[in-house]
């Protein structure tokens, strides 16, 4: 059963004109136990649908349901929800134990059920020994693992999580990944969890929603969003470096179909040619890659290369641990253009300005419309 | 041993200290002493004087110590009332009821008011809290016509509610308190929100801790608005049992003229009775005050 569901929701704020709206023709169903991430670029409206379902927002247009019920006039209290919020909001006069018991307290649980619940569930996030303690005398982490303790020891229908992990340092933000996507696996409840961070989307969502502008882009698992992305936007959004545009046309050659432009010849496998693909025959479209699908080498070589590749100079190298981002550049007079990334090994070092042969994996070349953005393959 | 050693050590680093001060700061340090000495001397001079005979009191030039204190000044405060048909308890009863509700409903007021203008959205809500903000402006004489005719167009004149109502009204309040939770997160009220609290108990629970040192000053301002008004008494009240302790004292001071000069005494010791409550609110206080001075950008 569907646990929450989004049908036709719109966010209009009325002081805004002449403004996009915040939130448009929202559908979406969050199945029971499902962790659902809300990711995209800062403005695009993720933020505002889950304070629409948490009951913070009004709704302009549409419906929510929890559990098979319409929550829109219902108040945040009475939807059943818990929430976790980027700068943690806890109750700097209440202790940590306190604030976790703040809900329950209010809810006329007995005093006995309460101290029984909040150190079970503080000993699972390691915090049972600071319970004494002010928000004011934990550090960032800690405060963080009380802000999510406060949301579960209520056992609430849904657990909404806003950017909860972007105030913390970079080592802890890892950490409390792993620790929540762990809790979400041991109580089941579903959740959805707003972010910017695609990382964070990439490795916690059991499947993710992407947004832009108040609109959906595209909903999938990880795997479907990375390997399959619906538009241009959405494969630019998502993965380290992002994906290569590359401008070209798709023609036919004596041995197949090939996308081509003044600096290279991509044959296209046989197996990949689609009826939709192959209407666009002769007409220009965007050939896209990911730097994980290409290879590069030192090759002096010069004008259209043949072999599924191209030449090209490096422009830039940058180390980043184990892997080196090659930056090479094959249209020396559009600078305009933004080089082609490739993740290359440690070992891979070459010279700055060092010629450069680079071939495509072509199992791996999607395309995109050239106006529409879509995805044609 | 121990705290010998860091007794030591503390000494060691205030002559350090010392050794290093800048000029600048002596001339700092020496204007602030003089300020503060200037400051506490009329302090200094209302515990002397209810301690001071008769002789002492009309001494020229006057001493600012007391040479022989005596507590006969109070004694005669206490008896002053016996010539009228009220105990002095009676002002002492109104006063400090009279204190009591206004500074506990004060707060109550100004913060639900400062907490609606400050967390929610409602039509009129900018136009309403400029309102308060320019009722600061009026000084109380300014007002004191409308404000008779419409106690007394209540019927209220004799009655408590004199005493109390037009006090409630705090301009100074409702902005600083909201001021102050304009600081709290929005957040943590939705927290509270979805924690399942209603707005009173946010109000309670979350907000009003989270600002207490607003509330320190606001209990300050009120305090005194009400504990050294004598108008209210003046021009509201018929009946002498109605009355407060400050009219009271203010009734000695001005029979002056009439009265023994012997009556000098006794309002010096009222008058260090008087300020006692508020020596003793700003002392305990003053921290949150000077916070909310400092914070608040006002003063």
Request: charged share 20%; proline share 4%.
């Amino acid at each position: 059963m569907d646990k929450v569901s989004l049908r036709h929701v719109w966010k209009i704020y009325p002081n805004a004109k002449n403004v996009a709206p915040a939130v448009q023709d929202f559908n979406l169903d969050i199945r029971d136990g499902e962790f659902m991430v809300l990711v995209g670029a800062s403005g695009c409206g993720k933020t505002t649908t889950l304070r629409m379902i948490a009951g913070l927002e009004s709704i302009t247009k549409g419906e929510i349901l929890i559990d098979g019920k319409v929550v829109n006039d219902l108040s945040p209290r009475r939807r059943n929800i818990a929430m976790v919020f980027q700068n943690y909001a806890l109750y700097p006069n209440l202790t940590l134990l306190e604030n976790m018991a703040f809900g329950l307290r209010l809810r006329k649980m007995e005093k006995y059920k309460i101290n029984d619940i909040v150190s079970e569930r503080a000993k699972k996030l390691e915090i049972d020994h600071l319970m004494d303690r002010l928000p004011k005398d934990v550090s960032g982490g800690q405060r963080q693992r009380v802000a999510l303790g406060r949301a579960i020891v209520r056992d609430p229908s849904v657990f909404l999580m806003d950017e909860p992990l972007s105030n913390l340092d970079a080592k802890m933000r890892v950490q409390m990944r792993t620790e929540i996507t762990r809790i979400h696996r041991e109580l089941g409840a579903t959740t959805v969890y707003v972010t910017h961070d695609q990382t964070e989307a990439m490795t916690m969502g059991n499947r993710i929603v992407v947004m832009k502008a108040g609109l959906i882009q595209q909903v999938g698992t990880p795997e479907e969003i990375f390997n399959e992305p619906a538009n241009r936007y959405v494969a630019g959004f998502i993965g380290t470096p992002p994906m290569n545009f590359i401008g070209g046309r798709l023609i036919r050659t004596d041995k197949g179909f090939a996308f081509s432009n003044a600096f290279m010849l991509m044959l296209i496998p046989e197996e990949k040619l689609t009826p939709t693909l192959v209407k666009y025959a002769d007409h220009d479209l965007i050939g896209a890659i990911r730097p994980d699908y290409m290879t590069a080498k030192a090759v002096n070589g010069k004008g259209k290369n043949m072999e599924n590749g191209f030449y090209g100079t490096l422009e830039l190298s940058e180390l980043v641990g184990a892997d080196r981002y090659l930056h090479v550049r094959y249209n020396q007079q559009n600078r305009s253009e933004a080089p082609v990334v490739i993740r290359a090994s440690i070992h891979d070092r070459y010279d700055e300005g060092t010629r450069l042969l680079v071939q495509a994996d072509m199992n791996m070349l999607l395309f995109f419309d050239i106006n529409s953005g879509k995805r044609i393959l | 041993m121990a705290e010998k050693k860091r007794r030591r050590i503390t000494v060691r680093y205030a002559l350090h200290r010392l050794r290093h001060i800048k000029a600048s700061t002596v001339v700092i340090l020496l204007l602030l002493t003089i300020v503060a000495a200037v400051s506490i001397l009329p302090i200094i001079y209302i515990i002397s004087n209810a301690f001071k005979p008769l002789s002492e009191l009309f001494l020229y030039p006057p001493r600012l110590f007391v040479r022989s204190p005596t507590l006969q000044n109070f004694y005669e405060f206490f008896y002053s009332t016996d010539v009228s048909a009220i105990p002095l308890s009676r002002y002492i009863f109104n006063s400090l009821f009279v204190m009591i509700v206004t500074v506990a409903m004060t707060l109550i007021f100004s913060s639900a008011c400062a907490y609606a203008f400050s967390k929610m959205r409602f039509p009129g809500r900018k136009w309403m809290f400029d309102m308060i903000i320019i009722a600061l402006m009026f000084t109380p004489e300014a007002v004191v016509i409308t404000r008779y005719l419409i106690v007394s167009n209540l019927h209220m004149i004799n009655t408590y509610f004199a005493h109390i109502l037009p006090h409630l009204a705090l301009p100074i309040g409702v902005f600083l308190m909201k001021q102050f939770i304009d600081q709290v997160p929005d957040s943590l009220c939705e927290a509270a929100k979805i924690d399942g609290a209603n707005e009173v108990r946010i109000l309670l629970n979350i907000i009003i801790p989270t600002v207490l040192p607003a509330v320190g000053a606001v209990m300050i301002i009120a305090f005194q608005n009400v504990w050294s008004d004598i108008t209210t008494s003046t021009f509201y009240m018929v009946d002498e049992s109605m009355k407060t302790l400050p009219y009271f004292v203010s009734t000695l001071s001005n029979a002056l003229a009439v009265a023994s000069v012997a009556r000098k005494g006794a309002v010096a010791a009222a008058g260090l009775l008087l300020f006692l409550p508020n020596f003793l609110i700003f002392a305990m206080l003053q921290k949150s005050m000077i916070e909310t001075m400092v914070t608040s950008g006002i003063k």
